[in-house]
């Protein structure tokens, strides 16, 4: 993605969307090698792999104790990290990046509004009832790692317009996800810890408008708010309102505002470099004088305060989130069972699995395109200069690579049914690899042509 690298950027930072598409493309493929050791691991031993993820271990103190599996403590902890990464990303492109103004949201919001209708439209047609009719939450996620990850390989020849827009309808396609977990996927609650949980976030709503910057604060406090949703069930951790949630709300609570004003930055910045020339050079010298030293601290302690406090942990976080907690999560959930152990066997591929591939192919692909059609026809939104129809539903097919988030909500749907949760994520991988494939191959045809047909300067 060297042409993103090489634009104008967005001031000294650089653009913030563009390290945003650079670090989730630069993790899929570790995502993709995480996955396919967890789909051997559990065909070739599947009591070992399910063993060693359901394996229990406990932190406790005098105030708080936890106790739970390997693979909840990933599910339910790190990725409320993934979440709360999540969340800052979605703040801040509503407050100063692509989705800051209706104009710049509308074409990627109602895009990501077809986007998640129409997969519970194509699943609730197949008319599951029971324990089945759970997973209708489903088809609805797009992972963006994957999808700008394939989005990457096309190159240079994919216009920046068309790489915001699925960015930003990944971020909105989240935000939907988020907000569905909440309200469909938690179990009984426990009002009391929840309560606490929402004081708790008024006081860092109140720290954040009252510029309170402590990064400390936030993290005491967040982590008090995390343990109280993860409690909020009646039945213990992970049964009430899902941990994840709490990653999304502190997040939103995490001052955006610089601590110096980026016009104080640079007359800082140029005191600095301007002291630290004025160092009298000598030949002989192989170590930085004080005065140096101290201009090269001022111009790091200006460089650490006009970040702000969102963009400086976001920043801090996309590596680990990329390299380390998706990989992860995928080693632990993504073992699917396509050969049956013991007696009775089972079929492989099902209606439930048939159900969940069609509707991130054909719901995603036909949802995504027709919304964003419907926006454009309507006035309330532009589509970007020579890009075609086609183009834009390749754009949606990639957008029917759920995994990531398809898995993590199968996990919550069917967290009590191991074979309907085996089903699902069958599904999950045949339509994703479907929609990839389909989206590529499309995309590449349709920029093909609109690179033929859009209009060549002349000399």
Request: proline letters at 3%; zero cysteines.
């Amino acid at each position: 993605m060297n042409e993103i690298q090489s634009g104008t950027g967005r001031g000294l930072l650089g653009d913030p969307l563009q390290q945003f598409i650079r670090f989730f493309t630069n993790g899929s493929a570790l995502l993709m090698m995480a996955t396919a050791v967890a789909v051997i691991w559990a065909n070739v031993d599947h009591e070992s792999y399910h063993h060693f993820w359901h394996s229990t271990f406990g932190i406790s103190s005098g105030l708080f104790s936890v106790e739970m599996g390997l693979t909840h403590w990933i599910n339910d902890g790190l990725m409320a990290i993934f979440f709360f990464v999540v969340g800052l990303e979605i703040k801040r492109e509503f407050l100063a990046g692509e989705l800051s103004s209706f104009k710049q949201a509308s074409l990627p919001i109602f895009a990501a509004m077809g986007g998640i209708i129409m997969p519970i439209i194509f699943y609730f047609m197949f008319g599951f009832e029971g324990t089945a009719a759970k997973g209708w939450g489903i088809p609805m996620a797009t992972d963006i790692a994957f999808s700008l990850g394939i989005l990457s390989i096309l190159g240079k020849r994919v216009p920046l317009a068309l790489k915001v827009f699925l960015t930003a309808l990944a971020i909105v396609d989240d935000l939907g996800a988020v907000l569905v977990i909440a309200l469909f996927y938690g179990g009984d609650l426990n009002w009391t810890y929840l309560l606490i949980a929402g004081i708790l976030l008024l006081v860092l709503t109140v720290a954040n408008l009252r510029n309170i910057q402590d990064l400390k604060l936030y993290t005491f406090l967040g982590f008090i708010i995390w343990y109280l949703f993860l409690q909020s069930g009646v039945d213990g951790p992970g049964s009430g309102l899902h941990a994840t949630i709490a990653g999304v709300l502190i997040a939103f609570t995490i001052p955006a505002r610089p601590k110096v004003h980026i016009n104080e930055f640079l007359a800082r910045i140029k005191s600095g470099l301007t002291r630290f020339d004025s160092v009298p050079k000598s030949e002989s010298e192989r170590v930085l004088t004080d005065d140096q030293l101290y201009a090269i601290n001022e111009v790091e302690y200006s460089v650490k305060r006009v970040q702000s406090p969102l963009q400086y942990i976001e920043h801090q976080f996309h590596g680990f989130i990329s390299l380390f907690v998706l990989p992860l999560f995928a080693l632990a959930n993504a073992g699917v069972t396509l050969i049956h152990h013991g007696e009775g066997g089972g079929e492989v591929f099902t209606t439930l699995s048939f159900a969940i591939a069609i509707s991130l192919i054909a719901g995603k692909g036909i949802g995504i395109t027709v919304f964003s059609w419907l926006a454009v026809r309507l006035g309330f939104a532009v589509k970007p200069k020579r890009s075609s129809w086609l183009s834009f539903l390749g754009l949606g097919l990639l957008g029917g690579i759920g995994f990531t988030m398809s898995i993590f909500i199968a996990s919550l749907g069917f967290k009590d049914n191991p074979e309907l949760l085996n089903q699902a994520k069958i599904g999950i991988f045949v339509g994703s690899i479907i929609a990839g494939l389909l989206g590529f191959y499309l995309l590449k045809y349709s920029l093909k042509k609109d690179e033929e047909n859009s209009p060549r300067t002349t000399r």
